[in-house]
């Protein structure tokens, strides 16, 4: 929480002008009681008219400035928030994209969102709420404490005993609300993920008509979230009854030695409404107080778990040997291991290769084999667990990261497309393209012929994820997107498995021409058969290295693979 | 005009919520009658501590004893309020939580009834956010609605009566011109509500924009994009910013003007009543005026806080309509009447002149006629998009056919319950969704009481097996949302289990073995031969090699059948279908 300090800098001077505005406002309120106390003994029991104009004037006075003091502090106050949540947010979303992929998986895409929406505004009303309200509570609470002792030190020791027994009672409450606030934010996960579960797997659900199963499952967790905000609520409802039993407790105590005062002659009528009037302010304040303490609690639990998202460093660990590999070789593994988190199962085992620049590589292995972590180590998405692999003879450790990524065209798995047009799409891979260069990736990526029957042609709008767009389609604008780069390596990561077998084959012969080193990840046998060199992959080991014909007579695996797909004897070459 | 459509909308959200309250109605009737109770002792503490001070005038002028009395007096009524108070609250609570609890349960189990097509429109995030956040907002609108607004009232006419007792010329003063703090809050109100709208619009987009960049992070970073990514974040960060300043410091103003009007209102029954004791008849007395003061500020306080709970109610009412349109939305067509029942179902497939589309704008599939016998296994291929999962939807009931029907032995599939249907179909999807749980539960998914050996026998069968073993804590290794560490084409493997478990009369494959390697795909095979032996299956696949042996094989195109027949006759057509299988093995 402490972390989240750094970002007031900029604001310190609205930070400090809030609370001080809100503590004049209160010092004006605090004034009111005198008038009424001189309006009592001098105005009335004086006869005195004069004294009730002026004094009733000087009400209405102090009333004007408050208004003055406090729209200043709600303005310093909100500029406060909403300026500090601002910088938070945009540092916030700086940092998550500077997350390593490793982290950023371990984090969780979904919480990450919720940290940079939900969490962020309620920091936001915190802050703005606490500027407001935390110091002046406190302030007219103490306030009126002394004003009391200059009215009748003897009556206000009262105050000073009342004082911090309802702050330990505050303070309970708070102490003991603030974990269980904690635990009903867990059971709220765990609805939403029986919500989002659900309804992902609505056909499985419904297919094997396990939809009362579900509902009794969500039923269960939905109470139990009741159940724990129930009891929060049993406990935070205390707040208000007890410290109107305390302050009015010491009404009692208060009326009475003041009775016994004015009766001694050593207090006036004017003097103890004055003090009573005190109580009553201090109890105003703190049914104020126990309803921002509640958006307080919330507020410093995200504050938290923004902070915990800052604190992440934004890489792991990097070890490498500065050993420069053979220059010749455009890429080279030695001895790479990897595992995505420690103590979990190597997805790679000492994977040892090279390949000479300009060279296809064609990946095949099983579904798991490690083919795609492999290619993820490429552009150092993923730093090796051991060994190190060198991209034109440099230790990928060693580079820039921009560097490194500058070098390499990628064609991910999974098609991502953002919304915007198919142009804006296209540009990410070069802001710089015209018209005719995009029409030629296009082109070589097989996906000229569907931009050009859509009516907008490039201007062609994309929604968010593609959605409008088919599986095929979108592949083959992220290889026209890869392809724009112009990249030194292009990596298609089986990104052509939407694509029926004739348009692949296109593909790949238009890639061909290309002059980058490819490294093609498949499963089928027949998109990298022709490769220069083929890597077969096998529960995270390389178990064949090769061209086509050796492998199939050296490479038990390739061969089951090959056959599994090229069955019939008719079929092979 | 516009307003008064909302106004409708806003009543009718209410009366839905007045609903959900009816079971709580004695609650609520204790809850009201508490705090009736609760707020008239408040309000008649002032009035003996003014009397309290009437009794010590000056020196040796004080009646000690008479005091004492009402000191006590005072002490069992804050005793009392005490109690009610916290009692209040507790029923508030159980109220709020409680019908938030069953507007939660309603939303789930109305979903589970909502035809499939609204749910493949509908993204979880949208149904998620109706269902907590919308519900979540509704319920701090309504808590504070239960515990501020009635006793707001009852403080206000509570007050209004005590001061009319006191003295009615003073009280008159109070009555005209309080409403003055309402009336700057409605003005402000007004000129602030477009503010907010821009701050949301503001928000959502940013949302969406963070939604997309965190999510496709990975390819973010492969292109270098993070500079103009994050230029693109700051430009809406800082309008988002701009608006946010401007809501929060306007609605802010409403607060320090209402409660100048309150000052006012506080040093003019100062000024009155004390002429008024001047006067000296008796009207007016000293502890009358301290009495008088107190309930200045507290007639006054309830007007403050009405005015941010109406706000704050709105906002709840339109998270509540919200959830209550999610609620009405109109479910599947009930299941008929009469069922038909049958134990025994054989699998005699048959699509009758069967038309449907996803939307009326564009057709799909058009008067489609195909029969097959019970055991028979039959392949759909076809380009992506051309309909074949369409099909796999209308045989489930996914989605209910245009025109034309489908008959289960010789029975429309609408005369049988859809648990019926549903469950004598198994189901391998390319969507392999897991169930929060153990890997045991998901194998045991559509079968909960099956023995340890029928588990790992399925598991065995669908070489799950080994990879189950492998893992930390084997068949209890617990799965988080989305299966989490598995790869796809382990995830696929326990799916098959799954069905390899309570193998019904038919099963459905829909690209079943698509994320599995060929190698474990033909092992597979070999278990999917003995699991389709005499059922009628329906097989799609985008490998050709998985279903040449197909008894049948519809070759769809745009959502027609455009060739039926088996592997050879197909071949030996020479038409697409020849051609699909030929581009397979690109001549090297």
């Known amino acids: 929480m402490k972390y989240l300090l750094k970002f007031f800098k900029g604001y310190r001077i609205e930070s400090i002008l809030a609370p001080l505005f809100k503590c004049l406002e209160a010092i004006f309120e605090l004034l009111v009681p005198l008038a009424v106390a001189r309006i009592v003994d001098i105005g009335i029991r004086g006869g005195d008219h004069r004294e009730i104009f002026l004094m009733c004037g000087v009400m209405i006075a102090l009333g004007v400035i408050g208004l003055i003091c406090a729209i200043s502090a709600q303005y310093f106050a909100a500029r406060t928030a909403v300026g500090v949540s601002a910088k938070i947010r945009s540092a916030l979303f700086a940092h998550i994209q500077a997350l390593s992929q490793p982290v950023a998986d371990e984090i969780g895409t979904s919480t990450l969102i919720t940290r940079m929406t939900s969490d962020i505004n309620s920091v936001q009303t915190g802050i703005n709420m606490f500027l407001r309200l935390f110091m002046r509570s406190p302030f007219i609470v103490f306030g009126a404490m002394i004003m009391a002792f200059t009215v009748h030190a003897r009556l206000a020791l009262i105050f000073a005993v009342v004082i911090p027994v309802l702050a330990a009672v505050v303070f309970s409450i708070m102490l003991v609300s603030i974990p269980i606030y904690k635990r009903s934010q867990g059971r709220l996960d765990r609805v939403v993920g029986k919500v989002r579960s659900n309804y992902k797997g609505t056909r499985v659900v419904r297919a094997f008509h396990k939809e009362e199963g579900e509902i009794a499952e969500f039923d269960e967790r939905n109470d139990a979230l009741t159940k724990i905000q129930l009891f929060a609520g049993r406990i935070s409802a205390l707040m208000n009854p007890m410290t109107y039993v305390i302050i009015n407790l010491a009404v009692i105590l208060l009326i009475r030695g003041g009775a016994i005062s004015i009766h001694s002659g050593d207090l006036s009528q004017g003097e103890l409404i004055a003090l009573y009037n005190y109580m009553s302010q201090i109890l105003v304040e703190l049914i104020k107080l126990a309803s921002l303490i509640i958006t307080l609690t919330k507020a410093a639990a995200s504050g938290r778990r923004i902070a915990d998202v800052l604190m992440t460093s934004t890489e792991k660990e990097k070890h490498f040997s500065t050993k420069k590999a053979s220059s010749d070789t455009a890429l080279c593994f030695e001895n790479v291991s990897f595992r995505y988190h420690e103590g979990a199962d190597e997805a790679l085992s000492k994977v040892s290769f090279s390949l000479r620049a300009g060279e296809t590589l064609g990946i095949i292995g099983s579904t798991g084999s490690g083919k795609s972590t492999l290619v993820q180590l490429l552009p150092g998405t993923y730093l090796p667990t051991e060994g190190s692999v060198f991209i034109d003879g440099k230790n990928t450790a060693l580079y820039e990261k921009d560097e490194l990524r500058a070098l390499f065209g990628i064609v991910p798995q999974k098609a991502q497309l953002f919304t915007g047009t198919v142009r804006s799409n296209l540009l990410w891979g070069n802001p710089d393209a015209d018209d005719e260069t995009l029409w030629q990736a296009l082109a070589m990526a097989q996906a000229k012929d569907f931009v050009e029957e859509k009516e907008l042609g490039l201007d062609t709008p994309v929604q968010q994820n593609g959605a409008n767009l088919s599986g095929g389609q979108r592949q083959r604008l992220t290889i026209a997107r890869a392809l724009l780069r112009e990249p030194k390596f292009l990596i298609l990561d089986d990104s052509a498995s939407a694509l029926d077998y004739a348009t692949e084959a296109s593909l790949r012969s238009a890639l061909a021409k290309l002059d980058a080193t490819k490294i093609i990840v498949s499963q089928r046998a027949s998109s990298i058969m022709h490769a220069d060199q083929i890597l077969v992959m096998e529960d995270g080991e390389l178990v064949g290295f090769g061209i086509h014909r050796e492998l199939l007579d050296t490479c038990e695996v390739y061969r089951e693979i090959y056959h599994s797909q090229f069955s019939e004897g008719g079929d092979k070459q | ?588």
């Open chain 2, 1 to 588: 005009m516009k307003k008064k459509v909302h106004l409708k909308e806003s009543v009718k959200t209410f009366g839905t919520v007045l609903r959900y309250l009816k079971i709580y109605r004695i609650h609520f009737i204790v809850s009201l009658l508490f705090t009736a109770i609760s707020v008239a002792l408040t309000l008649y503490v002032p009035i003996l501590v003014g009397r309290a001070i009437d009794l010590a005038i000056a020196k040796g002028l004080v009646d000690l004893e008479k005091i004492g009395k009402i000191l006590l007096t005072i002490l069992i009524s804050i005793l009392i309020t005490g109690l009610l108070q916290w009692l209040v609250g507790v029923l508030n609570n159980r109220m709020t939580y409680g019908i938030v609890r069953n507007i939660r349960h309603r939303a789930f189990v109305r979903i589970q009834e909502f035809p499939v097509s609204y749910i493949d429109a509908h993204p979880t995030g949208e149904v998620v956010s109706k269902i907590i956040t919308d519900v979540d907002q509704f319920a701090d609108g309504l808590l504070l609605g239960f515990t501020q607004f009635f006793s707001g009232v009852i403080t206000i006419i509570g007050t209004l009566l005590f001061m009319l007792l006191i003295s009615p010329p003073v009280a008159l003063i109070v009555v005209l011109v309080t409403p003055l703090s309402l009336f700057v809050a409605a003005f402000i109100a007004k000129r602030t509500f477009s503010m907010f709208k821009l701050q949301s619009e503001f928000r959502a987009k940013q949302t969406s924009l963070i939604d997309e960049m965190i999510g496709g992070k990975k390819v973010v970073a492969a292109f270098g994009r993070e500079e103009e990514v994050q230029k693109e974040f700051d430009e809406i960060n800082e309008k988002l910013e701009n608006a946010s300043l401007r809501a929060t410091f306007f609605s802010s103003i409403t607060n320090p003007s209402t409660r100048f009007v309150n000052s006012f209102v506080y040093a003019l029954v100062a000024f009155v009543g004390a002429l008024l004791c001047l006067g000296g008849s008796g009207v007016m007395t000293v502890g009358m005026l301290s009495s008088f003061l107190s309930y200045a500020t507290q007639y006054t306080k309830p007007f403050n806080e009405i005015s941010g709970v109406v706000t704050e109610l709105q906002n709840a009412l339109a998270c509540a309509s919200r959830v209550f349109a999610l609620i009405e939305e109109p479910t599947q067509t009930p299941d008929k009447e009469n069922p038909v029942t049958t134990d025994e179902i054989k699998g005699n497939v048959e699509f009758s002149n069967v038309s449907f589309s996803y939307t009326s704008d564009r057709p799909l599939i058009e008067n489609f006629d195909f029969k097959s016998v019970e055991g028979q296994h039959v392949a759909i291929v076809g380009p992506t998009g051309c309909g074949k999962t369409t099909l796999i939807n209308l045989l489930m009931r996914f989605y209910d056919v245009d025109e034309g029907e489908i008959l289960l032995d010789g029975e429309n599939i609408q005369n049988y319950t859809r648990q019926k249907l549903r469950t004598s179909y198994g189901m391998v999807l390319q969507d392999t969704w897991l169930s929060e749980g153990t890997i045991r539960d998901n194998i045991a998914f559509g079968k909960p009481d099956a023995t340890e050996e029928e588990i790992v026998a399925a598991a065995k069968a669908a070489h799950a097996h080994s990879f189950i073993r492998r893992l930390p804590q084997g068949y209890d290794t617990p799965l988080s949302e989305d299966g989490g560490m598995l790869s796809q084409g382990q995830k696929q493997l326990l799916c098959i289990a799954r069905v390899m478990l309570c193998l019904p009369e038919m099963l459905i494959l829909d690209e079943a073995t698509s994320s599995i390697d060929t190698r474990t795909e033909i092992r597979i095979q070999k278990a999917f031969a003995t699991m389709m032996h005499g059922r009628t299956s329906f097989i799609v696949a985008h490998r050709l090699s998985t279903i040449k042996d197909a008894d049948v094989i519809l070759v769809m195109k745009d959502g027609n059948v455009i060739e039926q027949g088996n592997h050879d006759t197909l071949l030996q057509k020479n038409g697409f279908y020849a051609t699909l299988y030929q581009s397979q093995f690109v001549k090297e």
